[in-house]
């Protein structure tokens, strides 16, 4: 298991993947999207919103899983001029939903009732990270298999940047 793997991979200045599954489905695919939302772009003079990033997403998820599907798990998370911060949970089976709070992998398990009643409309980034912090310190405390260190970004008008290391 590679210990030093940032899964949060950037799609543009304003979102970015939160990714589980096999290793090479997750950077092939991550890659194969956040290549066609810079295409877009390129071609187009305009940025696609998260939404159209999160339905782009499934698009492809649906069309490989009759082929040769991936086996990787998806949230999109981003910041819009428009619409402000959204986040949306993908499977591999294409299944795609927007949500306040998500998880990703076994540590999804322990964390998402803790996270149901921590968040709140307005939540302050301050206490975002004391959220984020009380879930690694559970997921540390009940998975055998958890990682030993993991980075926490932030998203919002100012882009992608790295907040803490836990």
């Known amino acids: 298991?590679?210990?030093?793997?940032?899964?949060?991979?950037?799609?543009?200045?304003?979102?970015?993947?939160?990714?589980s599954?096999?290793?090479?489905?997750?950077?092939?695919?991550?890659?194969?999207?956040?290549?066609?939302?810079?295409?877009?772009?390129?071609?187009?003079?305009?940025?696609?919103?998260?939404?159209a990033v999160a339905n782009l997403t499934r698009q492809e998820l649906?069309?490989?899983?009759?082929?040769?599907?991936?086996?990787?798990?998806?949230?999109?998370?981003?910041?819009d001029a428009h619409t402000g911060p959204s986040l949306y949970w993908c499977d591999y089976l294409a299944t795609m939903h927007s949500q306040n709070i998500c998880g990703n992998g076994y540590g999804s398990y322990f964390v998402l009732s803790l996270f149901d009643k921590m968040w709140k409309k307005d939540l302050s980034q301050d206490e975002a990270l004391e959220m984020m912090k009380k879930g690694i310190q559970e997921v540390k405390a009940r998975l055998v298999t958890a990682p030993p260190r993991y980075i926490v970004k932030v998203i919002d008008k100012d882009g992608t940047r790295v907040v803490a290391e836990v």
Do not use: C
């Not at 590679?2 to 979102?15: G, N, T």
């Not at 810079?38 to 998260?50: C, K």
């Open 1 to 19: 298991m590679k210990q030093d793997e940032d899964k949060l991979v950037p799609i543009d200045s304003h979102k970015v993947f939160a990714i």
């Open 21 to 51: 599954g096999e290793a090479g489905d997750r950077v092939n695919f991550t890659e194969y999207i956040a290549a066609n939302v810079r295409l877009y772009s390129y071609r187009n003079g305009i940025d696609m919103s998260t939404k």
């Open 62 to 79: 649906a069309t490989a899983l009759r082929k040769s599907p991936y086996h990787t798990n998806l949230l999109i998370a981003g910041w």
